[in-house]
């Protein structure tokens, strides 16, 4: 945990570096500037923290997305959206139909799940403090269990989203110092790297945010995220449960007109920068309620017709291992209207962002491909509805490298591909064989303790096999077209020590959660100056 005493040495270190080498005066460089100041040290600088020592500890999880987070316990989205004061959200693990109550909680707490699950991914979005996968927390309805110990709803509990601490009651906490040298020295970090730096970001806010942190475009758009508000999810539900064509063509019609709005605030943050799209990604049973709450509803006869409706849709579409299941363009393959809606959506955003005199940079992204002959496909139907578009303009169309065999044939893939973007969360999953939701919290701790692996894979990508995938893939599609960009588009694209092996795999740009972008920007910057005085 950070004490004040550290976060004032690192302000005090940035101020000392910015001043050495501001003036006409200067006793060093610029690039000693950079190179005196750490990434851990900026990082202490961006989140709120705890005051001193940690004290009366519950539990320890994952620290899934750094900050410090005190609030009233509450156990559903709900609860957290009418609530009056401060909450942090306790779930087993969050869903997309959670999302309106992560929101507003000041914090995320979860006994399930990694660093590449849900809540993680989506608090780190977000710069909101999480721990996920919290030991030894049982849920019941209106109170949990922590080792034995029983706290009600309502009750106090702070949560450090950096050491994954779970404490009894209110800590104090100092606030994030967002001090001017920062600003001095990130432009300083944006003069000398070379590796382009963009954002995760899925709304116009999220937008907004990381252009104010310094993103050169968006990296990867979750389109699937803005699926996830009460207005949005009956409508995606509709489409799912429809079993008339005409039903189904009107609940896609409502969904294009939602999206086209989302586009058109994401480009007009963005407009003269490029907007990655990915397409719809997540199986489609995460859209419907969980099959064990509507299990237990039926037995208690609590569901009318379209609650049954959506036990039989959540028994359809359940499958044993859905992130290896009907996910990505798979899901396209059986629902082409989705995919083709979600083009003709941006396009409409694009065309209202020209009349509007703005200048629209957009990428589609197809994801999880693993064959030439899918992805050909794929890029066919959306080649037809650009063609076919009144905004009909110049568009790039690429692919997500997330699985071993798609780097492995990146030379195939690369035929229909304007650009590669790895997806390294699903990359680490699929090398290793680890559940990014399941692995953390049973197994990594034991394996880091006896030294089985060096790093949690999902924190620090894995500098063997995963790299030598990323490193394959690079060369390989380059092989079919030498000037082909590529991206990555995983959370270790904020990460210090990824971002160095990525930048020499051959990545042109690593794009990462709006908050971590200084982190990023910073990194690389000591990336170019080492390979300069290497030389």
């Keep these: 945990m950070n004490s004040p005493e550290s976060s004032i ?18 006793t060093i460089s610029q690039d000693d500037a950079l190179m005196r100041v750490s990434t851990d040290q900026l990082e202490r600088l961006l989140h709120d923290s705890f005051e001193g020592p940690a004290k009366d500890v519950l539990t320890t999880g994952l620290g899934a997305s750094p900050g410090a987070a005190v609030g009233r316990i509450v156990l559903t989205a709900d609860e957290a959206m009418m609530a009056t004061d401060d909450v942090i959200l306790v779930r087993q693990e969050t869903s997309p139909a959670d999302v309106h109550g992560m929101q507003v909680a000041v914090g995320i707490l979860t006994t399930r799940g990694g660093l590449a699950s849900h809540a993680a991914v989506v608090a780190r979005g977000w710069g909101k ?25 309502g009750d106090v509990i702070s949560i450090d989203g950096q050491s994954g601490h779970v404490m009894r009651g209110a800590i104090g906490s100092n606030q994030a110092e967002n001090i001017p040298e920062i600003d001095t020295l990130l432009s300083w970090a944006d003069e000398v790297r070379e590796l382009a730096i963009r954002a995760n970001a899925d709304t116009g806010e999220d937008a907004r945010v990381s252009r104010v942190n310094g993103a050169e475009g968006i990296g990867l758009c979750r389109t699937e995220h803005m699926f996830l508000t009460e207005e949005r999810l009956p409508i995606i539900r509709t489409m799912i449960l429809s079993s008339s064509p005409d039903i189904e063509a009107k609940a896609l019609q409502d969904l ?23 397409l719809l990604d997540p199986p489609l049973h995460e859209f419907l309620p969980e099959l064990e709450e509507l299990v237990e509803a039926a037995a208690r006869n609590e569901l009318d017709a379209d609650g049954v409706a959506m036990l039989q849709a959540a028994r359809k579409w359940r499958e044993r291992n859905p992130m290896i299941g009907t996910r990505g ?49 794929a890029r066919e139907w959306i080649e037809s509805v650009v063609q076919s578009h009144p905004a009909a303009t110049s568009v790039k169309i690429g692919t997500m490298v997330e699985t071993p065999r798609a780097a492995l044939v990146a030379d195939e893939l690369a035929h229909h591909a304007d650009f590669f973007s790895f997806g390294t969360n699903d990359l680490t999953q699929l090398t290793f064989g680890f559940s990014r939701d399941d692995i953390e919290n049973r197994i990594m701790n034991l394996y880091l303790e006896q030294e089985l ?45 990824s971002i160095e092996l990525l930048a020499a795999a051959g990545v042109d740009y690593v794009s990462c959660s709006p908050p971590r972008l200084p982190i990023a920007r910073l990194a690389a910057a000591h990336i170019a100056i080492k390979a300069r005085r290497s030389h």
């Design 256 to 278: 294009r007109e939602a999206q086209r709005h989302d586009f058109v605030d994401l480009l007009e943050e963005m407009d003269g920068l490029p907007v990655t799209v990915r």
């Design 129 to 153: 403090p999480a721990v996920c996968g919290a030991d030894g927390i049982e849920i019941g309805e209106d109170h949990i269990l922590v080792n034995g110990e029983r706290l009600e709803v």
């Design 9 to 26: 040495d690192a302000a005090n270190a940035i101020r000392e570096s910015v001043a050495l080498a501001t003036g006409p005066n200067a």
């Design 329 to 377: 363009v798979r899901l396209a393959w059986l629902k082409p209207g989705l995919y083709e809606m979600q083009v003709e959506a941006l396009f409409d955003a694009v065309q209202d962002r020209i009349s509007a005199g703005g200048q629209p940079i957009v990428e589609i992204m197809i994801p999880l491909t693993v064959s030439a002959k899918e992805l050909a496909g």
């Design 453 to 497: 692996l060096e790093a949690n894979p999902f924190q620090h990508v894995d500098p063997n096999a995963v790299i030598e995938l990323v490193r394959t893939g690079i060369e390989r599609g380059r092989s079919t077209k030498p000037d082909l960009p590529v991206g990555i588009c995983g959370e270790h694209g904020g990460d210090p020590a």
